[in-house]
């Protein structure tokens, strides 16, 4: 028991946060409401079970989930705090992408076959792509959203699994792709599996950029792309590559008019401050607001900023909790990153260590475009911040990845 006391400590912090967080929330909601407790008894009870669950069968690396039920307690403690509602579907939300961790945990470690499967992957986001085209609904600018009675579906987040997992069977058996024998006016041809791959990446990029899902395809392209280096590429084949981005972006931007916007309010939101510029507007002003330590939670304006639960999120932390709370969630993302890779370095198969360094690129840069969006450091793209925005697509997928990336851990 004692043993068991000892390695439970880790989760400590995260339950004082959930305490602190949820007892200063019963104060600030006039009159005192008891399902802001049972909410918190809720994250808790959630969190501590599932850690002990990891920790009692020993599944592999333990901090990845510590950071991670963090990073949700953050979350969820500022999502009650703009909208009790949201806040409480999030739970439920949390309790689905946990019970997805550990099924997506145990089928990755009882099935040995994973690199074989790239046209399963390959189909399966062909598929996804062709549905949305055809049925999907227009939601706030992008046609990816699947609706199946009352609940809706973002299709590019379980593309984006589909894609990591595409990727790392290919580079574990670039001979898939490859092309012999195809007959051409009379000829015999061969395409080399490398342009094949390429072309498949610009496609998947392509149709994100029809669905108006920008956030997400610059994502996909950026993940891409670190793999070109990390495998080691041809100099040429990169640059050949980022020239065909900059000519994409250039064209984009002149044929697309949302990109347009976007691009013209990260230059000077202050051009259109009442209208286009608004959001990124008000979002620095929060951050500014906040100072170093915050107004302090429930006593800041984060009603102010659109979609403020789920692209602007960070900015109501960073005014409530300060400039600290932003750091501190940086830093949680951080070192979420050196376990990721960490965890690739040590994996010994192919396919793991492709997996592996995969899911950490695309958790890391996600949560750099979302958070250079809002910051004004790049044009906002409109995709959420891991673990911590409002989206049940989001927050489940996340965990689907997670329990991915906690089965290679326990391998070695």
Not at 4 to 27: E, Q
Not at 107 to 115: E, G, L, Q, V
Not at 151 to 159: G, M, R, T
Not at 314 to 322: T, V
Request: hydrophobic content about 55%; charged content about 10%.
């Amino acid at each position: 028991m004692k043993g068991f006391t000892k390695y439970f400590k880790p989760i400590y912090p995260v339950i004082l946060i959930n305490i602190i967080g949820y007892f200063l929330l019963y104060l600030y909601r006039q009159p005192y409401e008891q399902a802001t407790v049972f909410s918190g008894l809720a994250v808790i009870a959630l969190i501590c079970i599932t850690y002990a669950l990891i920790i009692k069968l020993m599944l592999g690396d333990e901090y990845l989930f510590l950071i991670v039920s963090m990073l949700v307690s953050l979350g969820i403690i500022m999502l009650y705090r703009i909208n009790k509602e949201l806040a409480v579907k999030q739970i439920l939300w949390l309790a689905l992408g946990i019970a997805l961790f550990f099924l997506c945990y145990f089928i990755y470690t009882r099935f040995a076959k994973w690199d074989k499967l790239i046209f399963f992957y390959l189909g399966g986001a062909l598929g996804l792509f062709v549905f949305t085209m055809a049925f999907a609904k227009n939601i706030k600018g992008a046609k990816n959203w699947i609706f199946i009675g009352d609940f809706s579906i973002q299709a590019s987040e379980i593309i984006k699994v589909l894609y990591i997992l595409l990727l790392a069977s290919y580079y574990t058996n670039p001979e898939k792709l490859q092309i012999n024998g195809l007959k051409l006016m009379g000829r015999e041809i061969c395409i080399n599996h490398k342009l094949v791959f390429i072309v498949i990446s610009y496609c998947h990029i392509g149709f994100l950029i029809l669905q108006k899902e920008l956030g997400t395809a610059f994502l996909l392209f950026a993940v891409f792309f670190l793999f070109l280096f990390v495998s080691g590429s041809n100099v040429w084949v990169m640059a050949i590559n980022a020239c065909i981005a900059s000519i994409g972006g250039v064209l984009s931007y002149l044929l697309m008019n949302h990109i347009r916007v976007r691009v013209d309010i990260w230059m000077n939101p202050w051009a259109d401050i009442s209208n286009r510029g608004y959001q990124v507007a008000q979002s620095l002003f929060a951050i500014g607001a906040g100072g170093f330590f915050g107004t302090g939670l429930g006593l800041g304006r984060p009603d102010l900023i659109p979609e403020v639960h789920s692209d602007f999120i960070f900015s109501a932390i960073c005014e409530e909790m300060g400039v600290f709370g932003g750091i501190a969630v940086i830093f949680l993302f951080f070192i979420f990153v050196y376990r990721g890779v960490k965890i690739s370095l040590m994996a010994k198969e192919p396919f793991d260590k492709n997996a592996a360094l995969g899911i950490t690129l695309m958790f890391g840069l996600q949560t750099f475009i979302i958070l250079g969006g809002v910051t004004k450091l790049i044009p906002l793209t409109g995709i959420t911040l891991p673990f911590i925005s409002y989206g049940g697509s989001s927050l489940t997928t996340g965990f689907i990845s997670l329990g991915f990336l906690q089965a290679i851990s326990n391998k070695y």
